[in-house]
């Protein structure tokens, strides 16, 4: 009885799965089908559907074959059509590791950048910086975004930052590649404020190697002398925060630097970002603060007149007290 009650369930399994790839089948007929219409609307229509087709059949065959028709549609479509794509790119993130023909794909995506059309350029930008997961290291896509960061369209540099920032998450031939023309770009005069401050945020992944660390830590310091805004300073502080985190190893030094502002700014903007990063530090590694910071953030909470200030800096004590290896 066992036997024959394990084969039947073998068969209600197989029989099942039959019936999913039956089912997925079906829908990648459909969906090619509402892409080939001559319709806009119905082809828009089958491309928003895409993410919902993926979330009920993740089979690698079907995500693969869906992601090439949106890369031919990308490829011959309008911008609209290829605005829908790039909304499906980022809502299917996650899947981007079950397209097995990376190369065919990106070939399609890809043949869109060389166009005269500004706005079919950055939403192409975009799609690369949203795929930047399972294209890290093709230097195409690299010197597109470079090139892109030239741009005096205003859309087109922002996608371009966007990029930038996605693939020096994934990439560190990149990010050490694209650091001097970040830093010049920061620094260039005609380069406006509200450019600059995107551009900083950037920095947070250029963590790969001490070098390229130092040489952040480096500029950084310059930019807190140099732009003295409450904006710039929160920014950029908050930047080091994040690169220290991932970092680990400069902690100890962005933990003084934040106090030196937590004690020596009035503005209660800055004294707000600073608790809340060293939160952040304390959170991700209290064993590298010293004793001589968890006397200086007590000293601070003493003497503060800000009530969210207190309770902020207490939380970040609390984080610290969950280790014994504070160093002394």
């Known amino acids: ?77 309008n911008n609209f059509l290829r605005l829908c794509i790039l909304k499906v790119t980022q809502r299917s993130q996650k899947h981007h590791d079950k397209i097995l023909n990376i190369d065919e794909f990106l070939r399609r995506i890809y043949s869109v950048i060389h166009s005269n059309d500004p706005i079919a350029r950055t939403i192409t ?88 660390t130092t040489k952040v830590y480096a500029l950084c310091s310059t930019l807190l002398s140099s732009h003295p805004a409450c904006r710039f300073v929160v920014v950029t502080l908050h930047t080091l925060s994040c690169l220290a985190a991932a970092s680990i190893n400069s902690i100890p030094q962005q933990v003084d630097l934040l106090l030196s502002y937590l004690t020596g700014d009035p503005r209660k903007a800055v004294k707000t970002q600073v608790i809340a990063d060293l939160k952040l530090l304390a959170n991700t590694a209290p064993h590298m603060w010293e004793s001589s910071h968890v006397e200086s953030l007590c000293t601070f909470l003493l003497e503060t007149e800000y009530d969210v200030l207190k309770l902020s800096g207490l939380n970040t004590l609390v984080a610290l007290s969950t280790t014994l290896a504070v160093n002394h």
Not at 39 to 45: D, F, N, P, R, T
Not at 131 to 136: D, K, L, R, V
Not at 166 to 171: G, L, V
């Open 125 to 212: 930008i975009r799609v690369l910086g949203s795929i930047a997961s399972i294209i890290p290291e093709r230097k195409n896509a690299h010197h597109s975004i470079r090139t892109s960061l030239n741009s005096h369209d205003q859309v087109e540099l922002e996608a371009a930052i966007f990029a930038t920032q996605q693939f020096c998450s994934q990439s560190r031939s990149f990010a050490s590649g694209i650091f001097n023309k970040l830093a010049q770009m920061i620094e260039g005069l005609t380069t406006p404020v509200e450019m600059k401050l995107k551009l900083i945020p950037i920095f947070r992944h250029m963590y790969f190697d001490a070098d390229l």
């Open 1 to 77: 009885m066992a036997a024959v009650g394990l084969s039947f369930g073998s068969y209600e399994k197989n029989s099942s799965g039959q019936e999913n790839w039956q089912d997925a089948n079906a829908a990648l007929l459909e969906l090619d089908k509402c892409l080939r219409s001559s319709k806009v609307g119905e082809q828009c229509e089958a491309i928003v559907r895409v993410p919902n087709l993926f979330e009920k059949h993740p089979l690698p065959i079907l995500i693969n074959s869906a992601f090439l028709k949106l890369a031919d549609i990308f490829r011959m479509g």
